[in-house]
């Protein structure tokens, strides 16, 4: 009897020496699993720049025995762009438009914005702009944030979302566009945002590309403020399901249907163009690549 009331004696001991501090480790175990840093996308090992990219043995914009090298899968990028809003501009070769005109369209991109709503009669936050004198005619294309809602724009014929988009919040963005129906569609996370038909013709005639800005790719107060990642571009317009099955893949994703990719900007690093057709683009001003982005970013 006397051997049990020691032992008794010495696990209330125990208890009261490091009750106290395993109480606390808890605390800080449960403040962190809140913040995300346990999550397994946090742990998920980081794509370094350049790691995947689609191969064509036959020359760009061939869609013969293409595949794609590298680590294409299971990783998040290491990076992603930073535009600070005021002179952040990536210029793409404008040549790409040759391979965009006359078909349709899907465009995607991961955004993530700082300060999305007008400020000084600003309304544009431009994700991808394509620009030249006749747009105002011809209808370009154009993906913007506009008063935190997505657009794709064109002049006059503009596809407006219908849900708002929240500050430092990780989005997927894309819209389509049939060139046989003129029927456009939003999408955010994968989801149809909204669409309509129009007689007007959607042209990529633009004599600039460029991501984050429009206007000639000069500084115009329409520059995005945040961080986009992993911009895709392809010469047909995508089914909702296969919108979907983008997101679904993540930040990190590779392109799907390689037949039809145009240009592929992972913006991991640097501003390559990772399609095999060589539109690499330039960062002329305003850009750096940022390797904390995760703490905002949900996985689908």
């Known amino acids: 009897m006397h051997r049990l009331k020691m032992k008794g004696q010495s696990a209330m001991e125990y208890l009261m020496t490091y009750g106290w501090a ?17 999550q397994s996308f946090s742990l998920t090992p980081k794509a370094q720049p350049g790691s995947c990219s689609l191969v064509r043995p036959d020359g760009p914009l061939i869609i013969t025995g293409e595949f794609f090298s590298g680590t294409c899968q299971g990783q998040l990028p290491e ?31 991961w955004i993530n914005g700082a300060q999305l709503k007008e400020l000084s009669g600003i309304s544009d936050q431009v994700i991808l702009g394509d620009f030249s ?3 105002v005619t011809d209808y370009c294309l154009h993906l913007v944030v506009r008063n935190d809602f997505l657009y794709m724009g064109f002049y006059g014929d503009d596809l407006g ?7 430092n919040t ?23 945002d909204n669409n309509h038909a129009s007689g007007n013709y959607l042209q990529a005639t633009g004599t600039y590309i460029c991501i984050g800005q429009y206007w000639a790719c000069t500084s115009s107060g329409n520059d995005f403020n945040g961080q986009i990642a992993n911009i895709q571009i392809y010469n047909t317009s ?18 799907i249907s390689p037949q039809y990719l145009v240009a592929w900007y992972p913006l991991n690093g640097n501003a390559n163009d990772y399609s095999g057709n060589g539109y690499s683009g330039n ?12 703490n905002a970013y949900t996985a689908p």
């Open 133 to 135: 004198p006749t747009c």
């Open 238 to 255: 995508f089914s909702p399901s296969a919108v979907n099955s983008l997101y679904l893949e993540g930040i990190g994703g590779q392109p």
């Open 170 to 192: 990780w989005y997927f963005a894309a819209f389509t566009y049939d060139l046989q129906t003129n029927y456009k569609n939003i999408y955010l996370n994968g989801a149809p």
């Open 79 to 109: 990076t992603v762009a930073q535009f600070n809003g005021q002179s952040s501009i990536i210029t793409v070769p404008s040549a790409i438009n040759t391979a965009l005109n006359h078909h349709s369209f899907t465009v995607t991109a």
């Open 22 to 38: 395993i109480i606390i480790i808890a605390v800080v175990l449960g403040a962190i699993y809140q913040l995300g840093f346990l």
């Open 161 to 167: 979302g219908t849900h708002a988009l929240n500050d």
């Open 283 to 294: 960062a002329i001003s305003g850009i750096s690549y940022t390797g904390v982005w995760t």
